[in-house]
């Protein structure tokens, strides 16, 4: 069997069960796990509807153009649907949207115009002004305004919403999403309720969005708008898409515990899911505590996680942004010369001159177990030379043994000072040969020193041995 096109493979998404997250709670805790959709995330299923409403009302004739404000996941939608029909298609989207939201974007053919995240929604730069003013400019275009289009909790309450009463049974107690557009938790939450009244929807909000307090306080406070990391989630507008009366409770999330359950969600469950994933599951641990003593074993909470980790690798998976940001832990504040007194042998830097024959530089590796070696000619570092290149060498020319390093050594080991912190020291690592050069100075005896990630994955151990694993 197979699809007429990409379109047929959007929606039912698995349902998968949370385990070591969620092992203390007393319900059952499922994931709606939307990057199994064909453009990665949950916004493939309102991409179609949206494009095919827009056909039905006459508002795009064939070669006509799209033109959408986006996050990242809904232009991936619209993206793959304007492909399948023919369309071309413009997107706005903010500076503060991962690298790998526009690459996939402009990836799939869109182009993309970029716009600066903090102004106000009715300021000329904000995305939403650029993309209704290019659909006032450009003919047979249309702006598909996902945060007022009913197709968009429309879809949700068509496939979403069935989704999960099928797949649960008609077990399902809660369901939890985050609220951006409103569509999904608004259009799945009213199908939902339709179904069974217990049923409690819960929304979660990053703090700097405008949701959580309005919700509570029925107040729309511009003071508790303010600059947020978590993408693709939350509003500092009230979208016509977001239906609170189907939403029973509301939690807000600040981005810190969002982006460390993303990285939890991928190592502890499988699931490498992106930072609205990570926000919509810490808010319903946060609920689910704050609410323990009602829940029982026959509760089955369901929080939609809707894309893939994939779109931000440049920063929630990325530990120096983690780091830089306040979301991770710093690394220990370990100097390369103590990664190498922390090493249990303290011998001599072993060398290779370029004249040495290859054979007996060999010989030398194998008795000392070493599989690099800096090459020094008078004092000064002049190359190196690796296993690597050896092997590729002999493999081309078995008698090469005769030969000079100097026919196969490479570019030399980066020299670093032997203060040089972890984070650089860890970066020149990775970028290189995975060796460098230590140098101790004129006023020390040693000269220099090679050191290896297998070196600084040793002394990271040890010293995480020093305070119960943890740093």
Known sequence: MWHDSVLDTIGDTPLVRINEIAEDLP?????????????????????????EDAEEKGLIEPGGTIIEGTS???????????????????????????????????????????????????????????AKRLSEEIPNSVYLNQYDNPSNPKIHYETTGPELWEQTEGQITHYVAGAGTGGTISGTGRYLKE????????????????????????????????????????????PDNMNFDVVDDFVQVEDKPAMQMTRRLAQEEGLFIGQSCGMAMAGALKWMEDH?????????VVVIL????????????NDEWMRNHGFLERKPDVT???????????????????????????????????????????????????????????????????????TIMGDPFPVVPASLHLDHLSAYLEQNAGAV???????????????????LISALARVGEGTNGRS
């Open 27 to 51: 319900c059952t805790v499922l994931g709606k796990v939307e990057f199994f959709n064909p453009g990665g995330s949950v916004k493939d299923r309102i991409g179609i509807s949206m494009v």
């Open 72 to 130: 990242g996941n809904t232009g991936a939608g619209l993206a793959i649907a304007a492909i399948a029909k023919g369309y071309r298609c413009i997107f706005t989207t903010t500076d503060k949207q991962s690298r790998e939201k526009v690459d996939v974007l402009r990836g799939l053919g869109a182009e993309v115009l970029i716009c600066p995240t903090n102004v106000e929604p009715d300021d000329p730069r904000s995305y939403y002004s650029v």
């Open 195 to 238: 179904q069974s009244e217990d049923v409690t929807v819960i929304g979660v909000d990053p703090a700097g969005s405008v949701f959580h307090k309005y919700f509570h306080e029925g107040v729309f406070d511009e003071d508790e708008i303010y600059p947020y990391f978590t993408e693709g989630v939350g509003e500092d507008i009230l």
């Open 292 to 300: 323990r003593d009602t829940l029982t074993a026959d509760d089955v």
């Open 306 to 317: 809707p894309d893939s980790g994939f779109r931000y690798l440049s920063k929630t998976y």
């Open 336 to 406: 390369a010369d103590e990664v190498l007194n922390l090493r249990p042998d303290h011998s001599d830097l072993i060398a290779a001159a370029p004249g040495d024959a290859i054979g007996s530089v060999i010989e030398r590796m194998t008795a000392e177990g070493i599989s690099q070696m800096p090459v020094i000619d008078g004092g000064e570092v002049v190359g190196s030379v690796t296993e690597t290149r050896i092997l590729n060498r002999l493999i081309d020319a078995p008698d090469a043994r005769t030969k000079s390093v100097r």
């Open 437 to 455: 050069l230590v140098d101790h100075g004129p006023d020390s005896r040693q000269g220099y020193s090679v050191l290896t990630k297998s070196d």
